[in-house]
């Protein structure tokens, strides 16, 4: 199997789809399929490197999409903004400069669904959550190969 999920027609649809789920609210953590990829394909790395940050690029956008949908149907129904906490303050001074925390574990997801309900704009969301979510997987895969330097035999 693992064999099978190192090959790159593989492998890669493998990694985008766990980094797209794993940008969305459900709790799932897609480095460990990156530095799996790297470690059985090292040749792989930058592709692996540069599909999971289009895919959680891709999760956190539909994630900010959720969050404006959310907001659309509170608003139908409640006809009233929510009241502006102080994180929700502080999102909304920030912008979309603040997509760029959407690397974070446990906040990240959450906060590009907080700036789809603030109706934050799209694309510069989109432009810095990529920022983000590629220094992640560039900075993780590169000390995961540092600290674990051997390579796995299938």
């Known amino acids: 199997m693992m064999a099978w999920l190192a090959l790159p027609e593989y492998g890669l649809s493998t990694v985008f789809i766990v980094s797209f789920v794993s940008a969305t609210l459900l709790p799932l953590g897609s480095e460990p399929a990156v530095f799996g990829l ?3 394909n090292p040749s792989l790395f930058w592709s692996a490197v ?3 940050t289009a895919g959680n690029t891709l999760g956190g956008a539909f994630t ?3 969050g404006y949908g959310a907001e659309r149907a509170y608003e139908r129904l409640k006809h009233s903004k929510p009241p ?3 994180a929700l303050r502080w999102l909304e001074r920030l912008g979309a400069k603040a997509c760029l925390l959407s690397f ?3 906040v990240g997801d959450p906060l590009c669904a907080v700036a789809g309900w603030l109706k ?3 694309w510069p969301c989109v432009a810095y959550m990529a920022l983000g979510k590629f ?3 560039l900075v993780m895969t590169v000390l995961l190969v540092w600290v674990f330097p051997g390579q796995l035999t299938p």
Do not use: M, T
């Open 38 to 40: 790297v470690k059985l």
């Open 50 to 52: 540069l599909v999971a």
């Open 64 to 66: 900010w999409w959720n």
């Open 84 to 86: 502006n906490a102080r």
């Open 104 to 106: 974070l574990p446990v």
């Open 120 to 122: 934050l704009p799209f």
């Open 135 to 137: 220094g992640r997987y």
